[in-house]
């Protein structure tokens, strides 16, 4: 298309909850969702950028419902530096569902959200570490840096891109996002959905 598909956040996500009138939900180059409506409006997801934003709003609003506590704790080794970090800080790792114990070189994670459970945990770790140079300004300004750390986080428990997605994987996602409080856009700031109609597609 020539033109980039209308992205207005004062139109709404349809309500699917009786989802009588989509006609068709597909998936192409296994990264976006394409679902058709039976008063000719299409809908165009990027699933993981949906995925983030599902999880994201899952973790600001976390009760600690939904855990999974591992069978076999994880052990992970961390720097000297990065252990003080985690233990600084285990109650509001705790608060997002993360539940560890520090050892004197790692960490032994026990409990995790459900929806982690195919995450590599080193590399989320380790990328919630570099989002300060200095990873004791990092500790201080945890309250400041919560939602660049829970962007983070949420990508690592989200659907890729590349994934091939089953019809009920797909509609579970348009469904989640559409009752997030920001559908439109990643935690990141990337389109999670667009909106076409006929009329956009004919004139294009």
Not at 22 to 27: H, M
Not at 29 to 39: G, H, R, S, V
Not at 76 to 92: A, K, R
Not at 165 to 187: A, H, R, T, V
């Amino acid at each position: 298309l020539s033109s980039s598909p209308d992205v207005s956040e004062s139109i709404p996500i349809p309500d699917i909850s009786e989802n009588n009138d989509i006609v068709k939900i597909f998936q192409i180059f296994n990264k976006y969702i394409l679902i058709e409506f039976a008063d000719q409006r299409l809908w165009i997801v990027d699933q993981h950028a949906a995925a983030e934003r599902i999880n994201f709003e899952k973790l600001l609003k976390r009760d600690n419902e939904n855990l999974q506590n591992l069978l076999v704790p994880s052990i992970l080794p961390f720097t000297e530096t990065e252990l003080l970090f985690l233990e600084e800080n285990i109650s509001f790792f705790k608060s997002l569902g993360f539940v560890f114990k520090v050892q004197k070189d790692s960490i032994l994670l026990e409990t995790i959200p459900a929806e982690f459970v195919d995450t590599d945990f080193s590399k989320l770790f380790e990328e919630v570490f570099s989002l300060e140079d200095n990873i004791e300004n990092l500790s201080k300004n945890i309250e400041k840096r919560k939602n660049d750390i829970l962007a983070t986080i949420a990508c690592h428990g989200s659907v890729r891109a590349g994934q091939k997605l089953s019809y009920e994987e797909m509609l579970s996602l348009f469904k989640d996002l559409s009752k997030c409080n920001n559908p439109y856009s990643c935690p990141h700031g990337r389109p999670a959905i667009w909106k076409l109609n006929i009329e956009d597609i004919d004139h294009n």
